[in-house]
């Protein structure tokens, strides 16, 4: 009616999954799908995987950032046809547009290729009277039946010439849940101008349908245009026959796990009742031991056969953990009390001749299982599943024909005998559709009539498309010429302090490396870069160091690593002050020139701390300084420096 804008309506409170859908989605490809993980918590699959390319069922209409996209809908007997054809190695047929109920018609422009032309229905009843039984696709009732208010009488709508410039008179509605019917009254003037002009025009009854801007994301991610229907039929079949040999192969070692369980079971049995195998007064662990011994199955070796498939959900992590084990050289873990349940756990029922028969017989069926499977082909297991949706779609037609003629009935009986006649009519009309339905039902035979081509599904044609986008994040490459590890090139001192600054895993690398001669760097004029630059001459001027004292190394890295196993900056002066004192020449700060913005002929004056901690009043003037110059001998200048 609205178009899904009265979604909150009571009608739509009770929601149920249809019967149709486990026949598009399989039971069988629950076990194959790639389910995501959610915070260790198993959720939906990536993607599911249905039998038929439900976006060409449902269609798919929106925008999105940068890209809009518009898929109608298609007939799924029409997509069903095609992907039995294409089993059969037959080549596939253009799809038209279907809408489910629509009673209109959907023609191919002519005059624009991927363009369809949607009419509704519209006939003349009367010289006045006009019945519009269905709208265009889109189009709503409401939004509709809107339109046709602007278009009666209103107070103050006159023409210049003083006539009426209303397209009707007056209309009335008799719509149902599923069908629309407005009959339209109008002037014979205006009935013969609509008349001319054509009623679909007039009443516009006719909008358009594209498939020029079929945008959809593909099995990788990308984004992908295509361009027809037959394209993402194509592309969807090369998918749907790869989840089809996956399916394969999970059910035969499903299978296969149970004839293996059914035949220790019943070998277990026979050893038991025949004497061979003793059960009773015995060590739990001799018992494995000897059932290890007997060739009998773990149930850990069972399932392994599910994770060979490589599709159950811990067949990674067992596969990684059995490397594991290989690698580490430990002999094979012995059987847990777990591992033979399957068999100890049975009951003293199952000792009985009868039992032992049932498991004979559940076995052979089981092996004639396993045998029909592995002879199925591919294409045979897809035609069966079509084959069974086609079935459930005719129970639903068959379901919803049933209640239209019960409705139709109550209709007819809350009208008069001679209206019930005159109701009787439009179920004379599905005769022509019912006839078409019998055509394709005979072209359907005809088709199942030929044989499948194994191997058919493979043999499709590349599909055109444009795709965009990276899709799946890409595997990572090991670089073709690797850059060498930071650290590893030798530090430029020279460059400027700012640039030169290294992160703490830089400077731990650069401690492993052996230091090389490099160059004093030129000092910042700050306190920092002074004092780098006084220990730097103190380094270079000694004239003839002792073999057993090494040099003072001064680099970045290894002042930053000696100073790290210092206390604080006491410790550091009294570590100079000794490395200092090795050489034959005393230590002078001046005899590299005065500090910048000092003139040469100035004394630094040096304050002791412990005077500043006095009061201002007594510190005033009684502060111990010492001046140092050039005849200041060693010890009085290093017990100074101690101090400051």
């Known amino acids: 009616m609205q178009g899904g804008k009265d979604h909150a309506a009571s009608r739509y409170i009770y929601t149920r999954l249809a019967n ?148 009707i008179q007056d209309f009335r509605e008799f719509h149902t849940e599923n069908t629309v019917h407005f009959e339209v009254t109008l002037t014979p003037e205006k009935m013969k101008e609509c008349e001319a002009a054509g009623f679909e025009k007039s009443f516009k009854m006719k909008s358009s349908v594209c498939t020029t801007n079929m945008v959809l994301f593909d099995a990788e991610g990308k984004i992908a245009k295509y361009n027809s229907a037959l394209d993402i039929l194509q592309e969807f079949c090369k998918l749907r026959r790869s989840v089809y040999v996956t399916r394969k192969a999970y059910l035969v070692s499903k299978l296969t796990r149970e004839k293996e369980i059914l035949s220790n079971k019943a070998r277990f049995i026979l050893m038991v009742v025949k004497g061979e195998l003793e059960l009773r007064k015995r060590k739990k662990a001799d018992l494995l031991k000897d059932l290890q011994k007997h060739g009998f199955k773990m149930m850990s070796e069972l399932d392994a056969i599910l994770e060979d498939s490589g599709k159950t959900a811990n067949s990674a992590e067992a596969a990684s ?36 028969e049932e498991l004979k017989q559940q076995f052979e069926v089981k092996k004639q299982e396993l045998e029909v499977l592995q002879k199925t082909t591919i294409e045979m297991m897809w035609d069966r599943d079509l084959e069974a949706l086609l079935k459930g779609l005719d129970e639903i037609d068959a379901l919803e024909e049933e209640e239209a003629e019960q409705t139709a009935s109550f209709i007819d009986g809350r009208r008069k005998k001679d209206a019930s006649r005159a109701a009787s009519k439009p179920v004379a009309k599905k005769a022509a559709p019912k006839a078409a339905t019998d055509e394709s039902g005979k072209a359907d035979k005809a088709l199942l009539k030929r044989p499948l081509q194994e191997g058919g599904s493979v043999d499709l044609v590349d599909v055109a498309k444009t795709t965009w986008g990276a899709g799946a994040p890409p595997a990572r490459k090991n670089p073709e010429a690797p850059a060498p590890p930071r650290g590893s090139e030798p530090v430029d001192l020279t460059a400027p302090a700012p640039k030169a600054r290294r992160t703490a895993a830089a400077r731990g690398a650069l401690q492993e490396l052996p230091q090389t001669p490099a160059p004093a760097p030129a000092p910042p004029e700050d306190a920092a870069g002074l004092l780098s630059r006084l220990l730097n001459r103190t380094a270079t001027s000694i004239d003839t160091p002792k073999p057993a004292v090494p040099a003072l190394d001064l680099t970045r890295s290894s002042l930053s690593s000696n100073f790290s196993t210092l206390g604080g900056s006491e410790d550091l002066f009294s570590y100079l002050g000794s490395s200092s004192s090795s050489s034959n020449k005393p230590f002078n700060a001046l005899d590299f020139g005065a500090p910048p913005g000092i003139a040469a002929t100035d004394s630094v004056v040096i304050e002791d701390d412990a005077a500043e901690s006095k009061p201002k009043a007594k510190a005033k003037g009684r502060a111990k300084a010492a001046v140092v110059d050039d005849d200041d001998d060693g010890e009085g200048r290093a017990s100074k420096r101690r101090k400051a």
């Open 20 to 167: 149709v859908t486990r026949l598009i989605f399989h039971a069988d490809d629950d076990k194959v799908l790639q389910y995501l993980d959610d915070e260790g918590q198993s959720i939906e699959p990536k993607w599911y995987c249905p039998i038929l390319p439900t976006v060409l069922v449902n269609g798919a209409d929106g925008i999105g950032t940068g890209w809009s996209t518009s898929v109608p809908n298609y007939n799924p007997r029409d997509i069903i046809r095609n992907l039995r054809k294409m089993l059969r190695g037959e080549a596939m047929e253009n799809m038209v547009p279907w809408y489910r109920g629509f009673r209109g018609s959907i023609l191919v422009n002519e005059k624009e290729p991927g363009r369809y032309d949607v009419v509704g229905c519209i006939e003349k009843k009367n010289e006045t009277t006009l019945v519009i039984s269905e709208l265009p696709v889109k189009t709503w009732t409401q939004s509709y039946k809107e339109w046709l208010e602007e278009q009666m009488p209103q107070e103050g709508k006159k023409s210049e010439e003083g006539g009426a410039t209303s397209l």
């Open 321 to 356: 953990a059995a490397k594991a084990k290989e690698d580490s050289g430990e002999p094979e873990a012995e059987a847990e009390k777990t591992d033979y349940d399957y068999l100890l756990g049975m009951n003293l029922w199952s000792l009985t001749f009868e039992k032992v």
